[in-house]
């Protein structure tokens, strides 16, 4: 092969090279959050408290919405194994969502006594309020 | 916890190793290239990671499936030590694969552990079936509640290899959280990046530039916990092999890529969709290339059916289990009348759907991209690969199939597309990029070895 011949072929993968990176900005967004993990291993404390995170039952649950956080509180604190939720708990799909999922080993029985309700929503009668926290209730109805 | 993380890549290449050796022919010989061992390192993990999948299906409880993997893994290892093959081939990747497999894969990790579970269908479909498997005692029975009210959002007859996994790690660790258990998308990642990198050869520019669209573009689907990423990146890593297969009848080709096909399959139903297009455009390359008939023909003996039956048991055994449990199968069925369908035609949904597949899904800039090399290599008198054919027509067929899919969804069109239509077009990108690739490799090696590692013998087992 020519020196023009070989270098043609080279120049037209280059060419194809830059135009995809141009054109695609996902690429650079991933080698910057690769570079990012790379600075969190050079950084001993940082590595560390993330590596503790890991190592820790129950971690991670910041990214769940507060309302979720503080009804898990109160089915974990309560040692319930089996819940409801209230129309307005249901009618956010995110919140119930995020519930059902985060709540696990605890499940959603449609007939359990446990039933969780938000601020503003009345105690059905012949239940009895078990704990609540930051606007969620748990109740318990016999 | 530890323990788990330094282990899991040895058993499951003990695990696939032993299946390899159902033909040994596959495994006696030492590898030849760099390419050949990343090869069968990154086809031994995949084929351990399905048949893992197949093993928690048969027996149920994640203690015995570690039992049962150990066992396997033993004798895998075993044959591997004794047989040096592919621990010599190993070592003799480079130091250079090696670096960039390596670092590629620690930094990985870290987005992967350090960033919680926090979208939506990580959490409400593929982690929480991995929960709800790691509390029911760990064990993946009718138990574990997939028919009860609290699940029925979360899609329960889904694929279930990465909640499988997810659970596995989480019961090998003994306690679950939103950080650890995403090490089973790390399990999913190396042995795609390892086989990523048998495709790197000199002077490496089509390599990074697989690194850079095949990999680096599909970003945090990779580590956010979806499937989609990893659909994606096994469907463009299917097609490589197969397309390569076409071009060097090489079986191992053909099994690596079969492999990949089932991994699909297992990771998402969409998975069922690229074997149809897959197996129809390599029909049609048959009845093209007349010779390619001859090397399936050589294909079909009773130890590759043997092995490819076994890439393929779990996802069938999810589906008895599935109709077993009397659980949705989650398949696309009874789309909406043709009445509908005309209607839809007539209010432009046509228009609205491929503006979002194609320009928001960023498919046309793929594909002009790709029509840009292809024309590149005309213009220097170059014949385009058969390969790159297949993996066009496997394209379109995918990408026709989704706007099929869209055009009959009995959902609110925009909500549809707006929530699903870039990452169910991200298959269809990675096939467009690998087609490009196949085009790359072919101007810059311009004999007709251009596409296939440099074997010394193309089709040592026949």
Known sequence: MTGKTRILPIAAALAVLICSVLLYPQPLSTVTSLGKAGETILSPYVFRSLLQQIETPGTGEQVLPPPVRSMLALVRSNRVSSFRYSEAIGANEEVRQRLLEGALPSRYVPTAAYLLLVGGEQVPPACSTVASREGVILVHCP | MYIALSLFLPVLFGMGWLVLNLHPALVREPTATRQEAARLLSLALMLGLLCNYAIVLIVGSLSVSFGVAAVMAGGGLFLAVRGKGVLRGAVGLGWMTWLVVIVLAVLYAVLI?????????????????GKMIYYNGQTMNAAAGWDQPFAGFSHPGYPELAPILTAQFAAAAGFWNEHFPKAGLFALLVPALIALASFFRKPWLSGVYLLVMALFNLGGWLWNGYMDGYLALYS??????????????????????IAALAMTVSLKNEGNLLVVCSLISISAV??????????????????????????????????VLIRRW??????????????????????GATGVIADALLMKAEIAKAAAILACTIA????MKRRVPAAVWFTVLTAALYGSAIFWIYLTTKQDLAWHLGTSATRTMLPVLQLIVAATFLCLIDLEEPDDAADRPPLKKTSRVT
């Open chain 2, 376 to 379: 590149a290599g005309w213009i």
């Open chain 2, 326 to 347: 009397g659980l949705p199968s989650e398949m696309p069925s009874s789309p909406m009348d043709m009445q509908m369908i005309g209607a839809r035609f007539g209010l």
């Open chain 2, 113 to 129: 552990l350090f960033l919680p579970v926090a979208d939506w269908d990580a959490r409400s479909i593929w982690f929480l079936h």
């Open chain 2, 236 to 257: 463009g890593l299917a097609c490589l092999f197969l397309a390569r297969w076409l071009s060097t009848d090489d079986q191992l080709d053909a099994l690596t890529g």
């Open chain 2, 286 to 319: 048959f009845l093209v290339r007349r010779r390619t008939a001859t090397s399936l023909r050589g294909m079909l003996t009773w130890r590759v059916a043997l092995i490819g039956a076994a890439v393929f048991l779990g996802p069938i055994l999810w589906q």
